[in-house]
């Protein structure tokens, strides 16, 4: 099969798909949603982002899935904006290397999100260490105009990378999401659960809300309580799923 052609016409065939997967805080009351692209090929099933998200890299093509993305959630926190006991709700969305590192990503960010009419603070755009450490001063710019246009900015896959602490308290990140390879053994490493203790202090001393990632267990969910965490993410809270499912799956919740 000639995958890259296949993607190609991916989007002219609405074979894209965002799947939202729920953010709460310690209550359970939802903040928002992380979305996460599905391709529905026409043989293949479903193919996951990462089978195809580095073929679109390679092919050049990530521009345009990933405007497709920034549109699909942007039209999304719009139609919440609308609606009753929606309207606080965000949209995180990630975007890649590549995307980020257009000369213009940040014009194509603020004219899509005014052309659809939504509150800036609304989109959550989640960028990785690796991609910011690409060009750290190209990146900081582009990260200061997007802060002083209102936009939120997460760094995602938080302690997976090298340098962080140099670099982050340069950069104005508004949120670290704590990779979930440290919540997974937090519950029984007593080095890991440090390791999220010191984040999340971190955190809190930069002025930045912490999320933890991947949270499975209810377990998990109480120790990171414990050690003052207030947004999480993960299966025990909900899976990603389409948005129709997530709309019924919030009228389920507090
Ligand atoms: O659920 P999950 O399999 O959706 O996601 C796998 C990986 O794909 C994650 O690292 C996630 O960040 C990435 N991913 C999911 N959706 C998107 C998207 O819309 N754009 C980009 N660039 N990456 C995405
Ligand atoms: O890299 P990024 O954080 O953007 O991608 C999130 C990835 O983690 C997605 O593939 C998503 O489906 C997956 N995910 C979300 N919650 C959980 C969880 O509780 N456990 C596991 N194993 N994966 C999760
Ligand atoms: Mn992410
Ligand atoms: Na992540």
Known sequence: VDMENALRQAISKQQFQLFYQIQVDTQGYPLGAEA??????DSMGMIPPSDFIPLAEETNQIETIGQWVLETACLQVKAWADCPFRQHLTIAVNVSAQQFKQHNF????????ERIGIDPAKLKLELTESMV?????????????????????SLDDFGTGYSSLSYLKRLPFNQIKIDRSF?????????????????ISMGQKFGMDVVAEGVETQEQFELLEILDCKAFQ?????????????????????
């Open 183 to 199: 919540i997974v053994s937090a519950t029984f490493d007593s080095n890991d659960a440090f390791l999220v203790h010191i984040v």
């Open 133 to 153: 450490l690409i060009n750290v001063e190209d990146a900081i710019a582009k990260m200061k105009r997007l802060r002083a246009l209102g936009f939120y900015l």
């Open 36 to 41: 996460l692209i599905r391709w529905r090929h």
């Open 234 to 254: 993960g299966y025990l809270f909900g899976k990603p799923m389409p948005i129709e499912d997530f709309e019924t799956f919030l009228l389920s919740l507090p």
């Open 106 to 113: 940040v014009d194509i960010v603020q004219k899509t999100a």
